[in-house]
């Protein structure tokens, strides 16, 4: 009799081919080491060692989770285990939020009730509410083939929201660029194509603009880019940090100077907030 995967199972990303091939040669080898765990009848941890029983001839062993958390429970033993990327975290909190605790096959009205909130999956893996919005956005709008790179970790799911964002022909040729620097390349350039195909020229309306604010809003779209930037070169802000520490060479005078500029205008965007946050305290 064939045992099928808990939804909650489902939400964690398809292991790859070569590790898949290398589980079940092991499980072949030593039998299967860690029993599967059933959750309402079907598998919630184990379907890889399931499918890998199945493909050697080894009889699979069972054991039923007996907690009363089986969504932390799928994260603990995975995330980890399997070293997901902040990318593919993602994809698994967006395909968790919103959505019930008990499945199909639950017979606990409880469990049937009990929705997982986002911020709840967001704390239980680690990412921000706004790389679960990408996520989702790669999910909804993303070709096949671009669901499955960011769900193996090939690419971040910030990249992939831009990608999304792409017809399907466009899509498919940027997901077949394996290299990312050239990818991102080509997404650049396909982007600005996208833009100016989706511009519609209009009569310029003349009205009595502030030059400060009129420089203000440009400064403001300079640093979205270069926040965008830094998000696609990397999965955090202290991976991004790292990786400038490592591969610039900091004995330039140069780049020296270059980093203390950016520091004043970082400084700078830190004193705006804080005058913005003033200014609605006063209005309250």
């Given amino acids: 009799m064939t045992v099928e995967f808990h939804p909650l199972c489902m939400a964690l990303p398809d292991m790859a081919d070569e590790p898949f091939k290398a589980l079940v040669e092991d499980i072949r080898v030593n039998g299967l080491r860690h029993d599967i765990v059933l959750f309402e009848g079907a598998i919630l941890d184990g379907r890889h060692r399931y499918r890998a029983c ?14 009363d958390d089986p969504l932390a429970f799928i994260i603990s033993e995975n995330v980890t285990r399997r070293h997901l990327s902040e990318s593919q975290r993602a994809m698994v909190a967006s395909r968790l939020a919103n959505r019930p605790v008990g499945g199909t096959y639950s017979h606990s009205a409880n469990l049937q009730n009990e929705i997982v909130t986002r911020d709840h999956v967001a704390k239980l893996l680690s990412v921000s ?16 083939d671009l669901i499955a790179k960011v769900d193996g970790g090939a690419i971040t799911v910030h990249e992939a929201a831009k990608i999304a964002s792409l017809n399907p022909k466009a899509q498919a040729r940027l997901v077949a660029i394996e290299e990312r620097k ?8 396909s982007l600005n194509r996208s833009a100016s195909r989706n511009r519609v020229d209009r009569p310029e309306v003349v009205a009595p603009v502030e030059a400060t604010v009129r420089y203000g809003s440009q400064v403001l779209v300079r640093l979205e880019r270069f926040a965008t930037d830094s998000m696609d070169a990397a999965e955090s802000p202290e991976e991004f940090a790292n990786r400038c520490v490592a591969e610039m060479d900091w004995d330039s005078p140069r780049l020296k100077g270059q980093l203390m500029l950016v520091l004043r205008a970082t400084a700078g965007i830190c004193a705006l907030d804080a005058a913005l946050r003033q200014a609605v305290e006063a209005r309250a």
């Fill in 54 to 67: 199945l493909t050697c001839g080894v009889v699979p062993r069972f054991v039923t989770f007996d907690g």
């Fill in 129 to 144: 509410d706004r790389t679960i919005a990408n996520a989702v956005r790669v999910r909804e709008a993303g070709i096949p």
């Fill in 182 to 189: 050239p990818r991102q390349r080509e997404l650049s350039a």
